[in-house]
């Protein structure tokens, strides 16, 4: 119940990676609440209070982790963000869609997002968003938090409290980066006056954002009910993906393939093919497929992945190309590991920070699989292409595969270390915050979150030299690895 992932589309000219997907998220957000209002109008669209007598699911709810409040009441869900001392409305809003299925789930929808809600007993309900991975428990209480009962002051210091609380109660990295939460509100707090103007506060939340070096974090000014970009997060020496680079990335790739791109997904997918029967598949994105819901995504991924593999025979390796792909839905990431194995695995482990006073409690893990599709699969030799630029889903998306058998062979840079999913948490009519409070766990319990994935053969990427003169030592390097493992099944 909360925006799945962050989509870094292409940055801005001061090199803000994130500006334009901070608003980007949080317009999704508004829109989304905006459409479930006009679905309620649509016959059949959602269910009247007098439908609803006794469902399980009427009352209130605290989801466990993410610093949320349910409220269910009517066929509507709405939200509420609340910290020790704050309570503030979240920007979520859904209507129920249909009725109860037989299990009790019951579907709420947010224009083309949606989630349902699974009873367990009279007192917990699982939630599991459609697009997003993993599950996530609410627990019943007896009604609102009494904070959640009177609006919530907007002074310059009550808001500054607001967003220092957030990330305090959230925010899982601090050890990880250096930083001491508690000393930076003690010398930013002082900056605070009763005649703090809208643009020094703000002045205030970047120089307190900048130094975690974090691309999932980010501030957004509301202005008119629209959100607007102020500020994103990005680790220190990190490429920024501009229009030109796209461009000349996509000439210095087609400079090696035998035919043009086929395009899917209005672009943001490419299948094309390499020399010596190599497949190859650019991901640009993982979400933004469609205009439409999840499944439409699906569907649209499904035909990309379909024209990839129609002769999976013929087919002596695969080249995955997610260099330009700033993130979106895990689960379309997962959709594409699905046609690449024949056998389920791990693909990961998620959980959430769920103690406010405590960095270094969470929830209990909850396994992430890869499950064989029903498609055409390709089950042999894969290389992966990664760069700094790829980040959020492209990273959990390049942590499934890690888990593949055969091996598949990270090629050119570290990812950007970002893999939770965002929360969007308003602080005021003014503002609102973008943060990261989950942990993505490998085997061994640990994650990669800051320094990102590491290849296994680092190669330049999208450099400038490479760039003027159409090469690509990445992709050049994944064809003659895949060439050699081909070499040796021959060999066998």
């Known amino acids: 119940m909360r925006h799945r992932r962050i989509d870094r589309t292409a940055a801005t000219p001061r090199g803000l990676a994130t500006t334009v997907a901070i608003a980007t998220a949080l317009g999704t957000v508004i829109g989304t609440a905006a459409g479930t ?41 709405t939200t509420y963000d609340v910290t020790a001392h704050s309570c ?40 599991r968003e459609e697009g997003g991975v993993g599950t996530k428990d609410l627990n019943r209480i007896p009604a609102l938090p009494a904070l959640c009962t009177t609006p919530a002051p907007n002074d310059p210091l009550a808001v500054f409290d607001r967003f220092w609380e957030d990330f305090a109660e959230n925010y899982p990295f601090f050890a990880a980066k250096g930083i001491d939460w508690r000393t930076v509100r003690d010398e930013q707090r002082r900056r605070i006056t009763p005649a703090t103007t809208t643009e020094q506060l703000q002045e205030v939340f970047v120089d307190m954002l900048r130094p975690l070096g974090d691309a999932h974090t980010g501030l957004a000014r509301i202005v008119d009910g629209q959100p607007t970009g102020v500020f994103g997060g990005r680790r220190p020496g990190s490429t920024v993906r501009t229009k030109e680079l796209t461009t000349r990335a996509g000439e210095a790739v087609a400079a090696q393939l035998t035919g043009p791109e086929q ?30 819901d999840y499944r439409s995504q699906v569907a649209e991924l499904d035909k990309a992945l379909d024209a ?14 997610v260099r330009l792909n ?59 292409l990664t760069s700094s630029i790829s980040a959020s889903a492209a990273e959990t998306f390049t942590q499934a595969l890690m888990g593949r058998s055969p091996h598949v062979t990270r090629i050119g840079e570290n990812t950007q270390g970002v893999f939770s999913d965002v929360l969007i948490k308003p602080l005021s009519p003014d503002f609102a915050v973008v943060l990261p409070n989950e942990e993505y766990l490998t085997r061994s319990g640990g994650t990669f979150d800051g320094p990102g994935i590491a290849p296994d053969l680092r190669t330049p990427v999208y450099s400038p030299e490479e760039l003027a003169a159409l090469k690509d030592s990445a992709l050049s390097t994944a064809r003659r690895v895949l060439a050699e493992d081909a070499g040796s099944d021959r060999r066998r």
């Open 308 to 321: 990839l593999l129609a002769a999976p025979d013929g087919l002596t390796g695969l080249v995955l190309d």
């Open 326 to 384: 700033g993130g979106g839905s895990d689960a379309l990431g997962l959709h594409i590991a699905a046609r690449l194995t024949d056998r389920p695995y791990l693909a990961y482990r998620k959980v959430a920070r769920n103690d406010p006073a405590d960095p270094t409690k969470f929830t209990r893990p909850v396994p992430v699989p890869v499950e064989p599709s029903d498609g055409e699969h390709f089950t042999g030799p894969v290389a992966l």
């Open 88 to 127: 503030v409305p979240g920007w979520i809003t859904a209507t129920q869609a249909g009725p109860p299925g037989p299990d009790g789930t019951v579907r709420y929808v947010m224009g083309t997002n949606a989630v349902t809600l699974t009873p367990r007993g009279r007192d917990r309900l699982v939630d």
């Open 263 to 292: 395009l899917f997904a209005g672009g943001k997918l490419g299948v094309g093919r390499l020399p010596d029967d190599v497949g190859y598949l650019r991901v640009g994105s993982f979400d933004g497929y469609t205009d439409g």
């Open 37 to 77: 209002a006009a679905a309620e109008g649509r016959p059949g669209s959602a269910l009247t209070a007098s439908a609803l007598t006794g469902s399980p699911l009427t009352g209130v709810w605290r989801m466990d982790g993410y610093g949320t409040v349910v409220a269910i009441d009517g066929g509507r869900l």
